[in-house]
């Protein structure tokens, strides 16, 4: 059982910057890749992006392209979330998630919910106009 912990969610000035970080333990980290997702009222949680387990591969979604960066210390236990440039529009919960059932890493599926076994708690992200 893999337990997930997110922080570094606050309020945010557009253009600014912010780094969120999902703690796991109970768990071999390394062997989970890890993905961020996030999510507002009324609507269906949204990929935002994803790390194999090394972290030698990553994918991500066309809204975080080039603003975000997903990374990975397996000694800490730690994925990470950069943003830069955050805009309104990315003001979300942001939820870490581990799975552990493919070998390979596919965008095919690294993307969907629905693959993840494990689910942190979320982070609040807002970002001012």
């Known amino acids: 059982q893999v337990q997930l912990v997110e922080s570094g969610g606050e309020l945010v000035e557009a253009g600014g910057s912010l780094r969120l970080s999902c703690a796991a333990s109970?768990?071999?980290?390394?062997?989970?890749?890890m993905g961020w997702f996030r999510q507002t009222p009324g609507k269906e949680r949204e990929f935002v992006a994803a790390i194999s387990r090394s972290g030698g591969a990553t994918y991500y979604a066309d809204s975080g392209k080039g603003r975000f960066t997903i990374s990975r210390d397996n000694a800490k236990n730690t994925v990470y979330l950069q943003m830069n440039s955050p805009k309104p529009e990315d003001t979300a919960v942001y939820y870490c998630?581990?799975?552990?059932?493919?070998?390979?890493?596919?965008?095919?599926?690294?993307?969907?919910?629905?693959?993840?076994?494990?689910w942190g708690q979320g982070t609040q992200v807002t970002v001012s106009s």
């Open positions: 998630a581990a799975t552990a059932r493919r070998q390979y890493f596919s965008s095919t599926y690294i993307s969907q919910p629905l693959e993840y076994d494990y």
């Open positions: 109970g768990g071999t980290f390394s062997s989970y890749a």
